[in-house]
């Protein structure tokens, strides 16, 4: 698990910054109202109802008025408030007296947070206030101002709801050194050459039509190689696992999801139930209660276990349009999903095996860094959120973080972001720039088993409740191909690219030749392609470098005459000529050995 006093200074570090940022704005415009200002990962933001729309221009005045601050050595000073006081502080701020009342109803306490300049000693001049919980420097001294910059503005609706004023929101990103700043902005600018949106539709990956839906995504042939790719090598992985592949269908009735519990406790993620025949069904949003009355179907005995059941099923959940983003929060999607019933002596060894599938896949695709959010419930919410007793959720838990050491997986604790089951494991995955993506789950599961009244019959005749594992290494082939698009750039390995090689035939004369290249490179199952002559070599050279593709063969007059290639590689050039059988031996085996 990470933590730390770095990772604290660098919130508060990121905290007194928000404050900072908020003085300037007020300055500005003495009559804005204030949202909140937290710490955030990498930064921070604030948010605030003003009488313009900020500009690009006000970023670089704020930012220099904020760097001003920082060389005065401003300090922060907290004290503890009861409503009145706050009440008052705050008259002309109509939001933070709703903050007010709101920590006035949860019984919490107000505190509030003032921003002094050096020379005003005690009783000094407060350049800002704030209502605050604290964790702020000492002294502003301590923030580099070469380390920190205003990157954006963005809308931003009051508690999360449209039914609210929209704010504007300004983000920053603060760092301890110029060089980190520096790092962070380069993959923020890598990120956007990488955006998988815009290289998906330049390759020609995926679309969407809006005859259709949102967040429902057209896979174009191309995008279809790759998902077919991923679900071949999932398939050869996960039955050299143990795992038996089982198929369930797209709808089911309600009642399914009234045992399993996610109706009513999942039905905002869900789309509106629909009549057949007087009964209300579902469009299926997860694979688990039906792989559930798979292992339900028969009596089990423990010589099964564990009984590993996969399946790349098709899902649907209903996503708000304004939090739709490309392949990564979609409506319609199709996961890599498998459920492992097993004794509850076995599970922890058992779940040590799905996170060591992980780790291959990651290590094969080329991540160097993963890593597990693991959601845990909410003390203070235990009734409302979650099934199950006390008893159930900390022996979850714990046969969870035994899972998560042994397995050497780093994790960081989630409180709140438990499922209504059981804790819930989102595994981050992190690509080449350092970007962070949520791929898929992993949960240890006491409560299913008993809902759906699943046993199995022990060593000694008796009846046994499994213990449940949800896995999803590759998670959805729309988040995952999304993740690769922008981890790779585009440039997929060999294995995975939908057009391996290219033939060129340098003019017309030597077509002929190049057509029985390319038929032979279909005859062993590679994956060519041979573009119509009409444009020029260079041009037609350009277009495959273009589409990202692994290997060009040119084929000229001497190519043509001696039965020999003259090989590209995509980001090494020219690898000289060669005979056909040579680069086809060569290219097979860096195919089958799935290369990065």
């Not at 056909?580 to 799935?594: G, H």
């Amino acid at each position: 698990m990470r933590g730390g006093k770095t990772n604290q200074s660098l919130e508060h570090l990121r905290h007194s910054l928000a404050h900072l940022l908020a003085a300037a704005v007020l300055e500005k415009f003495p009559k804005g109202k204030l949202g909140i200002g937290p710490a955030i990962e990498k930064g921070f933001y604030y948010d605030f109802l003003l009488p313009r729309s900020l500009t690009p221009d006000d970023l670089k005045g704020f930012e220099k008025r904020i760097k001003e601050f920082v060389k005065e050595g401003l300090s922060f000073r907290g004290k503890k408030v009861a409503a009145a006081e706050a009440k008052k502080t705050f008259k002309d701020q109509p939001l933070k007296l709703e903050l007010i009342k709101d920590f006035v109803r949860e019984k919490k306490q107000l505190s509030v947070y003032k921003t002094l300049r050096p020379r005003s000693g005690q009783a000094g001049e407060a350049i800002f206030t704030d209502l605050c919980r604290g964790g702020h420097v000492k002294n502003t001294k301590e923030i580099n101002p070469e380390a920190f910059a205003l990157t954006s503005i963005a809308g931003a609706y009051w508690k999360g709801s449209e039914k609210n004023p929209q704010l504007q929101r300004v983000y920053g990103v603060a760092f301890k050194t110029k060089k980190e700043l520096d790092h962070y902005l380069w993959q923020q600018e890598e990120a956007k050459k990488r955006d998988h949106r815009i290289l998906g539709e330049r390759l020609g990956i995926f679309t969407f039509a809006e005859e259709i839906g949102a967040g429902l995504p057209l896979w174009l042939p191309k995008g279809a190689i790759l998902r077919d790719q991923l679900e071949t090598w999932a398939r050869e992985t996960e039955k050299a696992a143990g795992y038996e592949r089982v198929v369930t269908p797209h709808i089911t009735k309600k009642k399914l999801y009234e045992i399993s519990g996610h109706v009513p406790y999942y039905t905002d993620d869900m789309y509106p139930p629909f009549k057949i025949e007087g009964e209300e069904y579902y469009l299926k949003p997860m694979n688990c209660p039906h792989h559930h009355m798979i292992y339900k179907s028969r009596l089990r005995s423990y010589r099964e276990l564990p009984l590993r059941l996969a399946e790349y099923g098709q899902l649907y959940r209903f996503e708000l349009s304004g939090v739709l983003h490309g392949l990564f929060r979609v409506r319609g999607f199709c996961q890599n999903d498998a459920h492992i019933y097993v004794a509850e002596k076995d599970v922890v060894r058992e779940f040590v095996r799905v996170m060591d599938m992980h780790r291959f896949y990651y290590k094969a695709l080329g991540i160097k860094n993963f890593k597990i959010k693991l959601g845990l419930r909410d003390p203070k919410n235990l009734r409302r959120k979650y099934h199950g007793n006390d008893a159930m959720w900390r022996k979850a838990e714990k046969l969870t973080k035994e899972g998560l050491k042994k397995s050497g997986v780093e994790f960081t604790e989630d409180v709140g972001g438990a499922a209504h089951y059981g804790p819930k494991g989102d595994v981050i995955v992190e690509s080449v720039i350092g970007k962070e993506y949520a791929i898929g789950t992993v949960q240890i599961d006491l409560f299913m088993p008993d809902r759906f009244n699943l046993t199995f019959i022990n060593e000694k005749g008796a009846q046994e409740r499994p213990v449940i594992i949800h896995r999803a290494p590759l998670g959805s082939h729309e988040r995952m191909i999304g993740f690769l698009l922008e981890h790779f750039a585009g440039e997929f390995p060999t294995w995975l690219a939908p057009i391996q090689v290219t033939v060129l035939p340098i003019s017309d004369k030597q077509r002929s030749y190049g057509n029985k290249i390319f038929e032979e490179l279909k005859k062993h199952g590679i994956r060519a392609e041979i573009p119509p002559s009409s444009e020029t070599l260079a041009k037609r050279i350009r277009e495959a470098e273009i589409q990202k593709i692994p290997y060009l063969l040119v084929v000229g007059e001497k190519e043509a005459k001696t039965n020999l290639v003259a090989v590209r590689k995509r980001g090494k050039g020219d690898l000289g000529a060669k005979k056909l059988s040579k680069f086809v031996e060569e290219i097979t085996k860096e195919i089958s050995e799935r290369k990065t």
